[in-house]
Every structure is written in C-alpha cells, then in structure tokens.
C-alpha cells in the first residue's frame, strides 16, 4: 500500500521560493502509469490543483500557476518535489501529493513576512 509523506517549511517569506517534499513508500514513483499529483487548500476554500509529474518524468501544470511551478522527482530517493517561486500570502494552503486516491496527510504553508 502506498503512502505518501510531505515535508517542507511551514513558514515562507513573501517573493521567495517554495519547496515542498513528497516522501513516497510503498511504491516507486517510477511504476508504469501513475501520476504523481500536488494539490493546495487555501485556508476556508476547496481544492486546487497544481499539476502532476507522469511515471515517465513529463510534468504538466495548471495554467494558472504554471509560469510560477516546478515539479521534479528523484527516483534514487523515490521523491517528489514541488517549487513554486514568487509566493504571495494567497499560497498560504495546506499541500498535498496525491496518487491515484492516495493521498499524504497534507503540510500547511504560511506566506508571511
């Protein structure tokens, strides 16, 4: 059974760059077809999609945040990251990887000064 843990800073200082880490076990990140997703919840709203990496390394973004997000993978570690640079306190979300129903527990990001 796959699990999934994110790790990052809880706190991140407007304009700077965010780095957020999915651990992954259970599975490697590499399998045939999965799609490895990071996902955000800003405080009282739903859902927001960020994008995916595939199985096969290809990245695909949301078009909203795409000119802003990064996501790579280390297959010796069996990791996901995901950088979003010029954060603004609207990126305050808790953030999640996702694969395929599985879900980690999510870690909470605070853009403040």
């Known amino acids: 059974q796959v699990q999934l843990q994110e790790s990052g800073p809880g706190l991140v200082k407007p304009s700077q760059t965010l780095s957020l880490t999915c651990t992954v076990s259970?599975?490697?990140?590499?399998?045939?077809?999965?799609?490895w997703s990071w996902i955000r919840q800003p405080p009282g709203k739903g859902l927001e999609w960020i994008g995916y990496?595939?199985?096969?390394?290809?990245?695909y973004y949301s078009p909203s945040l795409k000119r802003r997000t990064s996501i790579s993978r280390d297959t010796a570690k069996n990791q996901i990251t995901l950088q979003l640079s010029s954060v603004t306190p609207e990126d305050t979300a808790v953030y999640f990887c996702?694969?395929?129903?599985?879900w980690g527990q999510g870690t909470q990001v605070t853009v403040s000064s």
């Open positions: 996702s694969r395929d129903g599985a």
């Open positions: 259970g599975g490697s990140i590499t399998t045939n077809y999965y799609y």
């Open positions: 990496i595939q199985y096969s390394g290809s990245a």
